[in-house]
C-alpha cells in the first residue's frame, strides 16, 4: 500500500492538516521539513506555535536524549521528580521571580485545552460564579469546557450539547466604533442587563487562530484594571502567543500587566513535546489535591525538555531575535506585500505573528496552495479562514525568512495574476 | 533549598500523589522507582496504568533514541508523517484486523480525557442526541465533557459550573438485586421515566477509580445487544483496562463484543508518554476535517513508542503473562490476604488488576502508608478510597510480584494489630 | 358557520380535549354539562381536579355575585386586599392551624405550574443547591422549570431546550422488588454516585396524570425521615390530590408527615377559578419582596371563591363524604369491573381518584370514546395513556356517580366484545 | 388581628406592593381604588397593565354577572364551550382579520409568562434552534423559561439555577451609538462570534418594567427585516404594552409589522381576570394536541370578560381616546414636570405609558412615598427603580388624570425642595 492509502483507508475523517499538504514527511530540523522523498519545505506553520525554537533543536535534544538514556523516571503523575524539581527551580527563579510574577505552577494534564479546563474550573471554585466571559475571535480549545469559550462556529458546532456558562464578548471595534472596557463595565453595573458578573475573563493578548488580532496595550491596562474594580479573575491563555512568540516570554510582558492566571503550553515544551502548564497567584491557588488531575501531568520526558527550552531560550537571547525579525517581517509586508493587497485587504501582527487578510477564504486559500507548491508550509486562520497565518520559529535564519515571504510575494501575485 | 522545599514553595496545592510518598524520585526501570537517595521502591502503582511494560523497557526505549537521534518528525500535528504511517498500518494489521476489528483510528489530543471528549462529542453529532449515560463508580476524565461522567464527588465538585447531560445508572446488585439491564431496558421503554434515549452508553468493562468493579461477560453481552436494539452507540473507555491489564488485549474480548467506539490512552504509549486514540467505527465516523482537534494529536515520539509497545506485547506474549501473573495474584490474596480480611471485607479483580476491600479509608490508608514504609508504591481507589488497588507492570517478574504481596501481607497484619 | 368550524379554523393545532369529546358546552352544574343541543354529560373528568365541589355551586356562586356586584377589588396584585384578608385568615385558622400547619400563604401566579415554579426557585434559594428530585411518573406542570420534573416523554418533547436540573427517581417497585427510599439514601451516601444531594425531593403522593399511583403510608413517612436526615426540602405537589380528593383535606394527611412547601392549585379555587398558593414553612420564607411575582397572583374573585370553597368543604363535611363514595366505587370496581379485565389489567386508586389500568391504550381509548358516546366525559392517564381515570366530583350523588359506574361498566362489556 | 397584622403574620415574605402603599383595599371603579376606611386613592398604577378599562368597567361586569348568573360554564380546560366560540369568532372578525393578522389563537396558561413558555417552546421547536435572543431591558415573566429572557437581575437571583439559552442583546445607544441591528447582523454573519443562531428574537416594542423604553418605528421595521432575511421567528410580547396602551390595539401596528408570534395577557381579559393567549402565524401553529397545556386555558369567565372588553374597547373607540390623552400627558411633561427636572433626569413614553427618570431610585422611591401619601398609587420601574412610571386606565376622566399628574408634579417639588 501506498503511504498516503494507509491514511486514507484507516485514519479517521477527522484528519485535517494532511489534506492541505499531502506529502508525508519524515524528518525535520530548524525550519525546514524533509518529507520522504527528500523534498524540503520551509516551515512558517511552527506547529501552530508549538515550535518556537525550531525542529529538534540540539540544545534540547542532547538532554532528552541523555535524560532517556540514563533511565530517568519518564512517567509518574504528580509524584516528586529530581526532573521536575529542577524544572520548577529554573522557572521560578530564572523567569517567574525576575519578572515579579509570583505564581503557583499548576502541573495540568499537557495540552493547552488542559490547561484552560484547570484554570477555568479554579476560577468557578474560588468565586463562586460559574460564567466567563471570552472574547468573539477567541479560540481555548476543544474539550467540552474550552468549547465552550472557543469562538469559532465549525469547532462549535461537533459539541453536539449546549455550550454554556459562557458569555462572549465584542472586541474593541467589533462594529465601528464599539467601546468594550466601557460595554463590559456598563454591563456589570446595569442591573437590568442580564448577564452575569464572571468568575473570570479570559483573553489571548493576541488572538491567533481568530485571525491575528492584537489587542493593544491600553486595552489589556484597562481590562487589568476593569478585572480589580469588579474582583473578576483575569486569565490570560498564553498557550500559542507566549514563549516568546510576541518579543517577551510572557505576551503580556509588554502591558505591564500581571494576570491573575496564565495558561501556558505549546512552546513551553520547547521540543515540540505534549506539555502545558497553569500558573496561578498564590491567593487564587485553592483546589485541593488531585481536585484537577490527569495522567500525563507529569510527563518527565517534556519536563526536561521544557527546562531546556527555557535554558535555550535565555542563550539566545530570543526575545531580541523576535524584535528583530519582527522589524524584518513589518517591512518586507509594508513594501513587497501590501502594494498586491485590495484596498479592502490588510496585514497586522506583532513579533514573530503575523497575518495577510485577504477579502476572502477563497483567495487566502489559493494562496496557501501556490505557497505548498512552492515549498512552503503556511497556515490559515480567522474569520472565513481568510488570513493566512506567518507563523515562523523564533530562531529560524533570516535568509530562509526572507526565502518564506518571498515564495508568499509570488504565490499571491500568481493567485491575483490568475 | 532542600529538594522536597521547592515542590511546597512553588507548585501549586493541587499537587497530589506525592503527599502520598513523599520522596524525590530519579530513575526507573522495571517495576522499580529509585529515589535520589538510591533507595528503591517497587510500583503496583503504574503510573495509574500507563505504564503496562514497566519503567522505560529496553526494546522501546532504543526506538525511541534511534528516531530522535535521526531527527525524526516531533510534532506535526495531523501532517502525514512517515512515523505515523507505520504506527496506523501495524496497528491495523497486527491487532485490530485479526481480531475482527473494524475501526478508523482517531488521533486526539494525548490524553485519557481527551479521547473520552472526542468519543462523546462524535456520539452526539451522529445520533443527534446530547445524553449519555455512564455507570455509577466510573471515572472518564477530569474535562469538563468527560467530568460529567466521572462519579467521584469530590473531582466533580471541582467543576465549579453544573455537570450535564449525562444521566448515571447504578450497576448491577447497587442495592440488593438491583437489575441494572432491566432498569436500562425499562426506562427506555416507559414513556413516563423522564429519562431521554442517550446517545451512548459509555463503560470501563472493569471500572478501575470506581474500586475494581468487574463487570460480568453476561452484562456486557447484555449491554451489547441493548444498545443494538435500541440504536445506542456503545463506548468502551479502555484507558486504564485496555493494553492486555485484563488479559486480552482490548478488556471487552473477553466478552465477544464490539463496541462501536473505544477510548485509548495510558499504556497504549507503551512508554509513559501522552498518547491517545479513539478508535471509531467507519459508520459512525462522521467528524468533519478538524472538527476536533488538537495541538499534540500527532506527538511522533509518542506514536513511535505506541508502535513499539504493540510490537513488545507480541513479543513477550504479554496477554499469556497476565493470565499466569494473574493465577499467581488470585492465589496469593486467596490463601494469604483473605484470612486477614474482616468479614465485610473482600477482594476483587480480574488479570493484573486487583483490589483488596476494606470497610473503610482509614484503614486502607493505614495499610498503603505502612507499604510505603516497606517499599512498596501502591495506590487507593473506590467508595471512601476503601480500596487498594493492586496495579504492577504486566511485565512484573514474578519474584518481584510475590515481594510486593508479602510487602501488603505484611502491612496488613502491622495495621490490624495495631 | 357552524360552532365546531370556528375551533378548527382559528385555534391553534394545540387544542387537546375538544378532540375527544367534539360538542360545544354551554353550561353546567354539578356533574353535569350540557351542551348547545341541550344534551347532558356525567363529569368524571372534573376539570382535571379544578372542579373537586362541582360545577358552579350554589354556595360559592352567590358569594361571588355578590363581591361582583360591591365592586370589590378584581385585581390588586399583592396589595392589602380586604378578600385577601378574610381568605388567609379563615385559611390558617380554620385548616392550617388546627392541622399543626404552620406555613406561610405565598400567592402566586394563579396555576399549577406556577405554583411549583416558586416552591423550585425558593427551595433551591434556600439550600444553595440547584439540583431537585422527582419520582418517574411525576407531572407537575409544563413552564419550564415544572417541566423539568414532568416525566411524560411528550410533555417534555416540546421544550426544545435541554431539561436541566432535575434527577427523576425510580418509584417503589419500578422493576421488581425496587426500594426507592433505599436507593436514595445509598445514592445520597454513595460519593461514587454521580448524582448530587438535591436542594429538594418533589412528590405527588398519589400520582394523578402518571397513572393513578398511590404512594404508602409507610413510603411518605421513610420519604419525609429521608427529607430530615439529609436536610433536604420536602415539597408536596397537592395541585391535582389536594382538597380532600384523597379523603383529607391535604393529601399528605393520611400517612401523619408535613412537608417543608405545600403547592395547591386547581380546587383551592372553589370553583373552577384560577387559582393557587405554595405553603411554606417559615424557616424557608426567605424569598425577598416581589423575588418571585406575577400579575395574577392577587385575583381577588379567585380568593372571594377560594375562601367560600374552603367554607363549603367544612359545611359538607367533604373528607366524609368522600370516605362513603370512595367505597361505592372501591366496591363497584371489584365486583363489577374486576371481572371484566384481563389478567394483567387492574384498578387502583384512593378516596376519589381511581384507575382502570388496561393493558394498553387502544383498549382504553376505544372505552373512553364508548363512554362518551352514552354522555359520560372521562379522561385517561399514565404509561401509553392506558388508564381510564374516574375523577368526579367529590358533591356528585351517588345515584349519578353509579350512573357513570355503570356507563363504564357497558362500554368495557362492549369494546371487549367488538 | 389587625387587618394588616394578618398578612405580616401569615402571609409570605415575598409579599411586595404591599409593602409600597399600607392599606387595605375594599372596592375599586374606573380610577379609584377605595380602603377599608373609605379613603380613596387615584390608580395610575393600573394592576401593572391589566387593567386598561379601569376597574370594574360596567359594561363588562354585566356580562360577566348575567354568565354566572344563567351557570355557563366556568372551567373547561380546551373542551369546546360557546362563549370561547364567541370569543375567537369576535376577536378574529373584528380585530385580527380586519388588520390583516392571519393568527392562530392558542390559549395558554392563563398568564403572561405561560403566554411566553408557550411561544418560546413552540418557536424552538419549529426551527430545532434552542438559542433565544432578547433585550437588556426586557421582562418576560418569572417562570424558568420565562425568567431566562427577563434581565433584572434581582428576579433572576431568584432562580436557584443557570439561566441557560437566552443570548441578552443591548438595545440601540445602551452604549453611545450602538446601532443593535447592525450589531446582530454582524453577530449572525461572523463565523467567530460564539453567539449562535436564535430560534426566535422577542421583543416589547415599548419595554416596561424595564423603564419605559420605546423602540423606534424604523428598529422595529429592521428588526422583522432581519428576522425575515435570517429566517428567525419574531415574538412581540404584548402583555403589557398590548390592548391599546400605546394607541393601537397592537402596540407594532405603528411599525406596520407582523410579527410571526404575539404574547398577550393582562388587559386582554377586560376585567383583571386572569387570562393569556399566544397568537401564531398559521406555518407555525406545529405543536401536537396538548403539546403545551395548562389547567386554566379555558377559563371561561375570563374568556366572557376577554369579548366583552374587545367590545368594549370598540364602543369607546379606545386607541382614538389613547391618543388624546396621550397629548394632554406630553403637553403637561413638558410644560410642568420638565422644569422641576435636574439636567440628567427626563420623562418619555408614548400613548398612556410614561416614565419620569430620576437621577436616582432613592429620589423616585421618595416620589412614590409622597404621591401615596397625597392619594395615589404609582409604580417603579427601570434600572435602580428610577423611572416614575405612569400607567393610568386609558378610560380616566381627563379630570382626574390631571390631578393625578397634579400630585406628582406637587410630589416632586416636595420632595427636591427636602
Redesign the interface.
Known amino acids: 500500500?501506498m503511504?498516503?492509502e494507509?491514511?486514507e483507508k484507516?485514519?479517521?475523517?477527522?484528519?485535517?492538516?494532511?489534506?492541505k499538504?499531502?506529502?508525508?514527511?519524515?524528518?525535520?530540523?530548524g525550519s525546514y521539513?524533509t518529507d520522504?522523498d527528500g523534498k524540503k519545505y520551509i516551515d512558517f506553520f511552527d506547529?501552530?506555535?508549538?515550535?518556537n525554537y525550531g525542529?529538534?533543536p540540539d540544545f534540547i535534544?542532547e538532554r532528552?536524549?541523555e535524560y532517556?538514556?540514563?533511565?530517568?523516571?519518564?512517567?509518574?503523575?504528580?509524584?516528586?521528580?529530581?526532573s521536575?524539581?529542577k524544572f520548577?527551580?529554573y522557572f521560578?527563579e530564572n523567569y517567574l521571580i525576575p519578572k515579579g510574577l509570583e505564581y503557583?505552577?499548576?502541573?495540568t494534564?499537557?495540552?493547552?485545552?488542559?490547561s484552560v479546563?484547570a484554570a477555568?474550573?479554579?476560577?468557578?471554585?474560588v468565586t463562586g460564579r460559574?460564567e466567563v466571559w471570552?472574547f468573539?475571535?477567541?479560540f481555548h480549545?476543544?474539550?467540552?469546557?474550552?468549547l465552550?469559550l472557543?469562538?469559532?462556529?465549525?469547532?462549535?458546532?461537533?459539541?453536539?450539547?449546549?455550550l454554556?456558562?459562557?458569555t462572549?464578548i465584542?472586541t474593541p471595534d467589533?462594529?465601528?466604533?464599539?467601546?468594550t472596557i466601557?460595554?463590559m463595565r456598563?454591563?456589570l453595573d446595569?442591573?437590568?442587563?442580564?448577564?452575569?458578573k464572571p468568575?473570570a475573563i479570559i483573553i489571548e493578548t493576541v488572538q491567533a487562530e481568530?485571525?491575528i488580532n492584537v489587542f493593544s496595550v491600553d486595552f489589556l491596562k484597562e481590562l487589568r484594571k476593569l478585572c480589580d474594580d469588579y474582583d473578576i479573575i483575569l486569565i490570560v491563555d498564553d498557550?500559542q502567543v507566549g514563549c516568546s512568540r510576541t518579543g517577551t516570554f510572557f505576551s503580556f510582558e509588554r502591558a505591564g500587566i500581571v494576570p491573575d492566571m496564565v495558561c501556558l503550553?505549546?512552546s513551553i515544551g520547547g521540543?515540540?513535546?505534549?506539555f502545558a502548564l497553569?500558573l496561578?497567584k498564590e491567593e487564587y491557588?485553592?483546589?485541593?489535591?488531585?481536585?484537577?488531575?490527569?495522567?500525563?501531568r507529569g510527563?518527565q520526558?517534556?519536563i526536561v525538555a521544557a527546562k531546556a527550552g527555557l535554558e535555550l531560550n535565555k542563550l539566545e537571547k530570543v526575545d531580541e531575535k523576535v524584535k528583530e525579525k519582527e522589524q524584518i517581517v513589518k517591512d518586507y509586508l509594508e513594501k513587497e506585500i501590501k502594494p498586491l493587497l485590495d484596498e479592502n485587504e490588510t496585514y497586522r501582527g506583532i513579533g514573530l505573528i503575523w497575518g495577510i487578510c485577504f477579502k476572502d477564504g477563497k483567495l487566502s486559500r489559493a494562496v496557501l496552495d501556490k505557497c505548498f507548491e512552492k515549498g512552503l508550509i503556511i497556515e490559515l486562520a480567522?474569520?472565513?479562514d481568510s488570513v493566512l497565518k506567518i507563523l515562523p520559529s523564533l530562531l529560524i535564519e533570516n535568509e530562509t525568512l526572507l526565502k518564506g515571504l518571498n515564495i508568499i510575494k509570488e504565490s499571491i501575485i500568481e493567485v491575483k495574476n490568475q
Open positions: 500500500m503511504s498516503k494507509v491514511f484507516y485514519e479517521s475523517n477527522v484528519r485535517s492538516y494532511c489534506r499538504w499531502p506529502v508525508v514527511m519524515k524528518s525535520a530540523k521539513y520522504v506547529g501552530a506555535g508549538a515550535l525542529h529538534n535534544k532528552i536524549l532517556i538514556e540514563s533511565d530517568g523516571i519518564t512517567h509518574s503523575l504528580d509524584m516528586f521528580a529530581d521536575k524539581e520548577i527551580s521560578e503557583k505552577i499548576m502541573f494534564g499537557p495540552t493547552g485545552t488542559n479546563e477555568l474550573k479554579l476560577a468557578r471554585k460559574s471570552a468573539m475571535g477567541a480549545g476543544m474539550s467540552l469546557g474550552a465552550s472557543t469562538t469559532e462556529r465549525y469547532a462549535r458546532g461537533g459539541a453536539g450539547v449546549k454554556t456558562d459562557v462572549h465584542p467589533y462594529i465601528d466604533g464599539f467601546d466601557k460595554y456598563t454591563i446595569d442591573d437590568h442587563s442580564g448577564i452575569e468568575a481568530g485571525g498557550v503550553s505549546k521540543y515540540g513535546l505534549p497553569t496561578v491557588d485553592k483546589f485541593g489535591p488531585g481536585e484537577h488531575n490527569g495522567t500525563f510527563s520526558i517534556s480567522g474569520r472565513g
